[in-house]
């Protein structure tokens, strides 16, 4: 699917969910290390001196949601069939919050852009990129998540300064013509990039030791790391990268134009999700081994 294109490797993500049972970017200059993992970043995009009031509600007589159902952990059909996933659950949350009716189905990719436009849903959950080109057509919430890259190493090794000195020379695993690629010429332009061609060969030529590092998409990474192939080798490095330049603007829920009311419950009932610790609940049920 087109959905945004630094998260690639969908099926895997798939596999590797079922396997496992179901921000700012770091400071260059500090020196990592490849241990257990520490507790997971709930990450916080809300300004916390923004205080926002309950909008009127009394117009929304119900929020439909779309989405769709092949882009794990975010929106999937699970074993039993039923549309399941993070964005699923935020959606189901939101209406909660707003104490609105809710109703959320999966429709195909193609011409999702403009069913929200014309307003045949209300609101999308689906990893619709905030764009110049989209944005001509939608509206769009506040972020409530971004996409990251991150570093990974394998476990108790020594781990270069993540600067573009400390990283000079060493072999890190890439795929071949992605952002992550780009990034590392960009800022790490000393260091020696093994191009391959898929998540999962950068991820196997880190285990088998052939690299010193893998750097790539913070949520593939992540339920590699505790994936049944990984075998405990690996863990995080350093801190997460989220340039929006490489690596997209972030999710945000799109909506039809035009809608400013809708715009505003949805982004009191983000803030607020968030505040109330519901946010942080269903980010630890999805993604157990943090990304952040």
Same mark, same amino acid.
């Given at each position: 699917?087109?959905?945004?294109?630094?998260?690639?490797?969908?099926?895997?993500?798939?596999?590797?969910?079922?396997?496992?049972?179901?921000?700012?970017?770091?400071?260059?200059?500090?020196?990592?290390?490849?241990?257990?993992?520490?507790?997971?970043?709930?990450?916080?995009?809300?300004?916390?001196?923004?205080?926002?009031?309950?909008?009127?509600? +009394? *117009?929304?007589?119900?929020?439909?949601?779309?989405?769709?159902?092949?882009?794990?952990?975010?929106?999937? +059909?699970?074993?039993?069939?039923?549309? +399941?996933?993070?964005?699923?659950?935020?959606?189901?949350?939101?209406?909660?919050?707003?104490?609105?009716?809710?109703?959320?189905?999966?429709?195909?990719?193609?011409?999702?852009?403009?069913?929200?436009?014309?307003?045949?849903?209300?609101?999308?959950?689906?990893?619709?990129?905030?764009?110049?080109?989209?944005?001509?057509?939608?509206?769009?919430?506040?972020?409530?998540?971004?996409?990251?890259?991150?570093?990974?190493?394998?476990?108790?090794?020594?781990?270069?300064?993540?600067?573009?000195?400390?990283?000079?020379?060493?072999?890190?695993?890439?795929?071949?013509?992605?952002?992550?690629?780009?990034?590392?010429?960009?800022?790490?332009?000393?260091?020696?990039?093994?191009?391959?061609?898929?998540?999962?060969?950068?991820?196997?030529?880190?285990? *088998?030791?052939?690299?010193?590092?893998?750097?790539?998409?913070?949520?593939?990474?992540?339920?590699?790391?505790?994936?049944?192939?990984?075998?405990?080798?690996?863990?995080?490095?350093?801190?997460?990268?989220?340039?929006?330049?490489?690596?997209?603007?972030?999710?945000?829920?799109?909506?039809?134009?035009?809608?400013?009311?809708?715009?505003?419950?949805?982004?009191?009932?983000?803030?607020?999700?968030?505040?109330?610790?519901?946010?942080?609940?269903?980010?630890?049920?999805?993604?157990?081994?943090?990304?952040?």
């Amino acid at each position: 699917m087109a959905s945004i294109a630094i998260w690639t490797s969908i099926a895997m993500l798939a596999g590797l969910m079922a396997t496992v049972g179901g921000a700012k970017a770091q400071d260059a200059a500090a020196t990592p290390a490849v241990n257990s993992a520490p507790a997971v970043a709930i990450p916080n995009l809300w300004d916390p001196n923004r205080r926002l009031d309950r909008p009127a509600t +009394t *117009a929304l007589t119900g929020i439909r949601f779309t989405t769709t159902d092949d882009f794990p952990p975010f929106n999937f +059909t699970g074993p039993d069939g039923k549309l +399941t996933g993070f964005n699923v659950d935020l959606a189901r949350a939101i209406c909660r919050e707003l104490s609105v009716p809710c109703t959320i189905q999966a429709r195909p990719w193609d011409g999702l852009v403009e069913t929200i436009a014309v307003g045949r849903v209300d609101a999308a959950l689906a990893g619709i990129a905030i764009t110049p080109e989209n944005r001509a057509k939608l509206d769009f919430s506040d972020v409530y998540l971004r996409p990251v890259a991150r570093f990974a190493g394998r476990k108790g090794e020594s781990a270069a300064r993540l600067n573009a000195e400390g990283l000079a020379g060493r072999k890190i695993a890439v795929t071949k013509g992605s952002s992550h690629e780009a990034y590392l010429a960009a800022f790490f332009p000393a260091s020696t990039r093994v191009a391959v061609e898929t998540p999962s060969a950068a991820e196997e030529a880190l285990k *088998a030791g052939s690299v010193d590092l893998v750097f790539g998409d913070g949520v593939q990474l992540a339920f590699w790391l505790q994936s049944e192939p990984a075998a405990g080798c690996c863990d995080f490095v350093g801190g997460a990268y989220v340039e929006p330049h490489f690596f997209g603007q972030g999710l945000a829920i799109a909506l039809p134009p035009n809608r400013n009311d809708l715009r505003l419950a949805v982004n009191w009932a983000l803030d607020s999700l968030y505040d109330k610790g519901v946010f942080a609940e269903l980010y630890l049920r999805y993604f157990p081994v943090g990304y952040f």
